[in-house]
């Protein structure tokens, strides 16, 4: 049994800013427990699409009972894939990420698709939808439980880096246009495509977006030797 949610937002903002934010949205005060962020694969097609591969470390307290699933000394920290396409055509930015270690206690699979609304102008339409489940025998119902509240409350605070992001974003826009820079929007145009990082699936929920030898079988096996997993 696998639990599963989904939702939409519209993002007040043109998509080119919020694919710009999107990718400089750490460090922000919501998004503490995100400790490392970096690109282990980057490239350009030759339609123009940004595929990227990044790694991710992370860190969520554990509640007083799952306490009981982690031996003492066992590493807290969560380690995050992050695939991801920029279709500067079709203008949609799609990601999606799992974690590589404790995924017998849970795993987490998320994919979110950014597009540029054709009805609505400046607006971007964001959908989200996870996957969350357990192999604890006999726990596994609570344990995707408290994912599914833990993965709610955590999409709410990336929202709101992501908010913070675009904000930030807008201030460098303002202050450039005060000085009078008019080349702003060539710039925007060639970030979104040059800064934008990560690539998606077109299907479900398989893995197979990149050539094999871009070594990520190595990067699994070489975290499978440095962290221990559950």
């Keep these: 049994m696998v639990k599963y949610f989904c939702n939409n937002t519209d993002i007040s903002s043109t998509w080119d800013h919020v694919v710009s934010a999107f990718w400089q949205r750490y460090p922000n005060p ?10 282990v694969y980057r ?9 990227s591969r990044r790694l991710l470390t992370k860190t969520n307290r554990l509640p007083r009972w799952a306490e009981r699933f982690f031996p003492s000394g066992m590493s807290r920290c969560v380690y995050i894939l992050e695939d991801s396409i920029v279709d500067p055509v079709n203008r949609s930015l ?12 849970m795993s987490v699979e998320e994919r979110c698709v950014f597009r540029d609304s054709a009805e609505q102008p400046a607006t971007t339409l964001l959908k ?8 604890i025998y006999g726990f596994s119902r609570p344990i995707q ?12 605070k990336a929202m709101k880096g992501l908010e913070y992001a675009l904000s930030n974003l807008q201030g460098t826009l303002i202050h450039r246009q005060k000085r009078g820079n008019s080349s702003w929007g060539n710039e925007t145009s060639l970030h979104s495509i040059g800064a934008i990082s990560g690539m998606e699936k077109t299907h479900s929920r398989s893995r ?4 094999e030898n871009i070594g990520l ?13 559950v």
């Design 128 to 135: 989200r939808e996870a996957w969350i489940s357990s192999g």
């Design 94 to 105: 799609t990601i999606y990420t799992w974690n590589l270690n404790h995924t017998t206690l």
């Design 208 to 211: 197979t977006f990149f050539p």
């Design 217 to 229: 079988r190595h990067i699994v096996h070489s975290l499978s030797r440095l962290f221990t997993y």
């Design 145 to 156: 439980e408290f994912g599914l509240a833990r993965f709610k409350s955590n999409q709410v």
């Design 30 to 39: 919501f998004s503490t427990h995100v400790l490392t962020e970096d690109v």
């Design 43 to 51: 490239e350009v097609t030759a339609d123009r699409q940004l595929l």
